[in-house]
């Protein structure tokens, strides 16, 4: 694809990530933003993209919790080629960067999975989110429980040593040492709780040592309880936190989501994405386990539920009737909070000058995706490819 180095993009609404501009355009120099005004102010002549009537303009969504897409199970492929079909998938719905998420596995698979996101060649993929495989024995939702351990020095060397790339683990507090927590974040590792029994002391330890992020708030966690709060009720007090919130209606009850939305901690929204997003098969095998798809629902034998089948558009307009937010609140959730949090905020979640030119247009009313632009480049959605 290509496009000329000075161009412009013009649209009834556009949200730049805090406020919405009516009747504006954003200006793109090569893979940047380089100005956001008033679609009249713009040079006679400048190549413009013209989105069509009362659609919307948004910073491109980011996903910090993606298993899979297009059929493929990053687990069950880890290597560049396998995450560009997960990309593509999700670029469909809105998404221009996402975490690469690897569910507990083998030490052998965690470093293959880290040189196939090392070695991407593209710019849709932000970094590696290892989910596990420090987690709780109690609370392994869909992990395989063989793979759940404590972890070894050579877990350590690879989440400590230097890297170009982007690393956040989630893990269970109560299953990793005194310090643990403070190394990796000292090392620029991001790390999340979840799949953990932690109890609201441990969870505020792990907080003063650096933990920033909550994975999926409410599930496979020690709930919320009159006499004993647990990392919920941590994590709802802390302002420098981030939780993921799986808006399907399943996961968790919306009056759940609203009531966390009351808290001091931001929200992400986040897909936990399995393969069926952005592909054709409504089966799939997770550690031997066939999955079946229902609706949003990807359900194990046992009526488990194993990651979800839901897109980032439709987690924003869920997010809208489900948890009665503005649009413009939703889209800050799906890009600005995410891109925050992973520490790329001075680039990514905003239109604004000297940000990257990842953005998306849709329909609002479905959230129903045009496009989207990575690094400036355009790339149309394919037909029949619009939110379910
Ligand atoms: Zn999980």
């Known amino acids: 694809m290509t496009r000329p180095k000075v161009c412009a993009v013009a649209a009834d609404a556009v949200f730049d990530g805090s406020a919405l501009h009516r009747h504006a355009a954003v200006r ?64 469909r719905y809105g998404t221009t960067g996402l975490m690469a998420t690897l569910i507990s596995d083998t030490a052998e698979k965690m470093r293959a999975a880290l040189n196939a996101v090392q070695n991407f060649p593209g710019h849709g ?13 109690s609370k392994p ?47 620029g590792t991001r790390v999340s709780l979840g799949h953990s029994m932690a109890s609201y002391d441990e969870t505020k330890t792990a907080i003063e040592e650096g933990l920033t992020g909550f994975t999926h708030l409410f599930n496979a966690m ?44 931001r929200p992400m929204l986040v897909t936990d994405a399995m393969p069926p ?27 488990t539920l194993a990651g979800t089948a839901l897109d980032m558009s439709a987690a924003v307009r869920n997010c809208v009737r489900f948890l009665d937010v503005p649009l413009t609140t939703a889209l800050s959730y799906a ?19 000297g940000y ?5 247009a849709f329909e609002p009313n479905e959230v129903r995706v045009d496009g989207t632009w990575i690094a400036g480049i355009w790339d149309a959605c394919p037909a029949g490819a619009i939110a379910r």
């Open 141 to 187: 939702g869909v992990h395989d429980p063989t793979h759940l351990r404590l972890p070894s020095g050579e877990d350590l060397e690879l989440f400590v040593s230097p890297s170009p790339i982007l690393k956040l683990i989630t893990l269970a507090p109560e299953q990793v040492p005194r310090g643990f927590i403070a190394e990796l974040v000292k090392a």
């Open 356 to 360: 990257r030119a990842d953005m998306v």
């Open 222 to 265: 020690r709930p919320l309880s009159a006499r004993d709060p647990g990392p919920i009720a941590a994590a709802l007090e802390c302002p420098a936190a981030w939780f993921g919130m799986i808006v399907d209606g399943l996961h968790v009850d919306p009056a759940m989501l609203r009531l966390a939305l009351r808290g001091k901690a």
């Open 335 to 353: 890009s600005f909070e995410p891109a925050t949090f992973l520490g790329l905020g001075d680039r990514l979640g905003r239109l604004a000058p």
């Open 125 to 137: 993929v932000l970094g590696i989110h290892f989910e596990g495989p420090f987690l709780s024995q």
């Open 28 to 91: 793109i120099e090569d893979d940047s933003i380089t100005w956001i005004g008033s679609r009249g102010a713009l040079p006679v002549g400048i190549s413009l993209h013209e989105l069509p009537d009362r659609h919307w303009l948004a910073p491109g969504f980011i996903d910090t919790q993606v298993n899979g897409g297009g059929d493929v199970l990053f687990n069950d492929d880890p290597h560049p080629a396998a995450l560009a079909r997960i990309v593509a998938a999700h670029r």
């Open 277 to 303: 997003v952005g592909g054709g098969q409504r089966e799939f095998s997770l550690f031997q386990r066939r999955v079946r798809v229902q609706g949003e629902a990807c359900l194990d034998a046992t009526g």
